[in-house]
């Protein structure tokens, strides 16, 4: 009696992701072997874990493998696992719906991209598993059984809007997958997966590490095992080759290239585990963008657990990539419970110390390639600097910043404070939008003129964390755009002090008036000792938020109360001892007033500022220039 076979429809969105594989424009095809044999792995993982729960679970557990199959005649390519198995109604669910975290968001991304490109660099970021055979096969055809059941089931699809299902008697135990290839098409990336040759290729570079054998038939019917078996990770380095560390890379990244680093970390004693890492050679596309996926792949026991595992890197290091293998987690932990986990937290602060330690090396050791990842992942880490309170002092050795020393090449602070002048207390910096615009600052003129060295902080992230960092090596970061400055040795101050307490008796009165006329739009009008040939300049008080910041906070939806600047006058400028010299003859001159409110907005345009009233600068200074000719 045949058993009864049943149509039903693909979920909306497994029927969209169907079409997007078997019409892919992805040109590495390869990956579907991948994805079938990370499948099966996983089956046989969950059966040995199931046996260990259930001892009355009846199950054949002698001989856990994976078999690849091809039939060059009929043209089917078949992986084979006696593993865990499924039910009718877990076929359905896991292959007739996607549940997978995430899909939906890949769908949209994908119908985002506006070029070939971009779609083949998404379809390569997102795992789609079971899904990839139709990039390579015009029909599937599944037979499956449940370890411990009587009855297995057949599925077969053809990709379209349907699949049928029906109950099978003799079935195995486990899953055997059956691909009734398309024909070859070397230029559309479709090779010839009936090739034991092809196939042992894409075994050895992307499934090599997996812990259970693999097996083909050989020269001579014979069967032979085509994996290593042995992780990556567990191996000794020097049987490892570096190409080896570099295809396993671009297995877990999902990276075209080469990384930039590999580092490798093993803990013995009470606690044990092994991590292999890597470090890109290039910074991906999503970096700065809040959804984007973060963390390195979680194993127990060569067990693998999960992707993205978030607990184990912390942000500013998230584009770290690669394997953490611990002993003594156990097989079945969740997110939630390795955010509270202890040894969870051990392993993260060790590669953390680790990565950093290993960028540290890198500066002295190949200035070149150090260079290549403080310009992809500078940005990145540097916020770092905000909340890893532990790590800061390792974080800020390993940064780089632009500097007044050198145009063209980055310093770091270790040799900034080597070249600090004798008697130097502070690390100058200034924050800006760019380094044209913090280098013609009206800020740095006193600087220049001392020969004293600035950094020059153009990153967005700049302008947060040199607030909340008190200094590095005993010295203090000071904003030269914020407070006193005061750049004279205690032998200049007295020599200055009976000139310079004169000067302040000279412009009381017009310090004063100015005060009051700006007192809107300015917190204080004051003598500057910053100012060599421009004749004013705007400062903010120690602890004010840079307009940059501000801006920033704003543009976030945040309301902030109308912030106050200081504006210094250079009392050694001609168009500051004039407007002295005219107040004192002329108080009431209303003329004056709009003069210092030019003066004002000079000195706003000079650091990159924002006229409150543009029109009405504009037609001040026109009136002003009408009456010069």
């Known amino acids: 009696m045949t058993a009864p076979i049943e149509t039903l429809e693909f979920q909306s969105e497994a029927r969209q992701l169907l079409q997007l594989m078997i019409h892919s424009i992805y040109s590495n095809k390869d990956t579907f072997l991948r994805e079938l044999v990370s499948n099966a792995s996983d089956a046989l993982d969950k059966l040995r874990l199931e046996s260990y729960r259930d001892k009355d679970l009846e199950a054949d557990t002698a001989d856990l493998h994976i078999a690849i199959e091809t039939d060059p005649e009929a043209r089917t390519l078949t992986v084979r696992d006696n593993g865990i198995g499924m039910t009718r109604e877990e076929v359905v669910a896991l292959i007739g719906t996607i549940a997978k975290s995430g899909t939906a968001d890949f769908l949209t991304k994908l119908k985002e991209a506006k070029d070939a490109a971009a779609s083949q660099d998404l379809i390569g970021q997102f795992g789609v598993g079971f899904y990839a055979s139709f990039m390579v096969a015009d029909k599937v055809t599944l037979v499956t059984r449940r370890a411990g059941t009587a009855e297995g089931v057949r599925w077969e699809s053809t990709g379209e809007g349907t699949y049928t299902i029906q109950p099978v008697e003799d079935a195995p135990q486990g899953t055997a997958v059956t691909l009734h290839l398309k024909p070859e098409d070397t230029e559309d990336h479709l090779y010839d997966y009936t090739s034991a040759a092809k196939i042992r290729e894409i075994v050895k570079r992307y499934s090599d590490f997996i812990t259970w054998p693999i097996r083909m038939k050989g020269e001579g019917e014979d069967t032979e095992t085509v994996?290593?078996?042995?992780?990556?990770?567990?191996?000794?380095?020097?049987?490892?080759?570096?190409?080896?560390?570099?295809?396993?890379?671009?297995?877990?990244?999902?990276?075209?290239?080469?990384?930039?680093?590999?580092?490798?970390?093993?803990?013995?004693?009470?606690?044990?585990?092994?991590?292999?890492?890597?470090?890109?050679?290039?910074?991906?596309?999503?970096?700065?963008?809040?959804?984007?996926?973060?963390?390195?792949?979680?194993?127990?026991?060569?067990?693998?657990?999960?992707d993205d595992c978030e607990s184990l890197v912390p942000e500013y290091l998230r584009f770290v990539k690669g394997v953490v293998d611990a002993q003594d987690l156990s097989l079945n932990v969740s997110r939630e419970i390795l955010q509270q986990d202890r040894q969870i937290q051990l392993i993260?602060?060790?590669?953390?110390?680790?990565?950093?330690?290993?960028?540290?090396?890198?500066?002295?050791?190949?200035?070149?390639?150090?260079?290549?990842?403080?310009?992809?992942?500078?940005?990145?880490?540097?916020?770092?600097?905000?909340?890893?309170?532990?790590?800061?002092?390792?974080?800020?050795?390993?940064?780089?910043?632009?500097?007044?020393?050198?145009?063209?090449?980055?310093?770091?602070?270790?040799?900034?404070?080597?070249?600090?002048?004798?008697?130097?207390?502070?690390?100058?910096?200034?924050?800006?939008e760019s380094r044209s615009a913090i280098e013609n600052s009206p800020h740095m003129e006193a600087f220049r003129a001392k020969g004293y060295e600035v950094l020059v902080l153009t990153d967005p992230i700049d302008e947060m964390w040199v607030d909340s960092v008190p200094g590095f090596d005993g010295k203090q970061f000071q904003s030269i755009a914020k407070g006193q400055v005061d750049l004279e040795s205690e032998e200049d101050k007295k020599a200055t002090e009976v000139a310079r307490e004169q000067q302040n008796k000279d412009f009381e009165s017009l310090l004063t008036w100015m005060g009051t006329a700006l007192g809107e739009t300015v917190k204080e009008v004051r003598l500057s000792s910053r100012l060599t040939t421009s004749p004013a300049c705007i400062v903010g008080d120690t602890h004010d938020l840079t307009?940059?910041?501000?801006?920033?906070?704003?543009?976030?939806?945040?309301?902030?109360?109308?912030?106050?600047?200081?504006?210094?006058?250079?009392?050694?400028?001609?168009?500051?001892?004039?407007?002295?010299?005219?107040?004192?003859?002329?108080?009431d001159d209303e003329g004056l007033a709009e003069t210092a409110e030019l003066l004002y907005g000079m000195a706003l345009l000079a650091e990159g500022g924002e006229l409150a009233d543009p029109s009405r600068f504009i037609k001040l200074l026109a009136g002003r220039l009408e009456k010069t000719l």
Do not use: C
């Open 227 to 306: 994996n290593s078996m042995k992780a990556l990770w567990a191996r000794s380095s020097s049987e490892v080759t570096e190409d080896e560390y570099h295809e396993f890379y671009k297995h877990v990244s999902h990276d075209w290239q080469d990384p930039l680093e590999t580092i490798r970390l093993q803990a013995e004693g009470t606690f044990e585990y092994q991590a292999l890492l890597f470090l890109p050679s290039h910074a991906p596309m999503d970096l700065f963008l809040r959804e984007r996926k973060r963390g390195v792949q979680l194993y127990v026991k060569r067990v693998f657990i999960m």
């Open 348 to 432: 993260r602060r060790r590669l953390v110390k680790k990565v950093l330690s290993t960028v540290k090396t890198m500066m002295t050791a190949d200035a070149e390639k150090y260079a290549t990842f403080w310009r992809e992942f500078g940005r990145a880490v540097k916020e770092g600097l905000l909340d890893d309170f532990e790590n800061r002092e390792a974080i800020l050795e390993i940064s780089s910043f632009a500097s007044t020393h050198d145009a063209e090449k980055p310093t770091s602070l270790r040799d900034y404070v080597s070249r600090m002048k004798d008697g130097q207390e502070h690390i100058y910096f200034m924050t800006g």
């Open 547 to 587: 307009p940059t910041l501000e801006k920033m906070y704003r543009a976030m939806g945040q309301e902030l109360p109308p912030i106050k600047r200081i504006l210094e006058l250079n009392p050694d400028h001609g168009l500051v001892t004039g407007l002295r010299e005219a107040h004192a003859a002329r108080p």
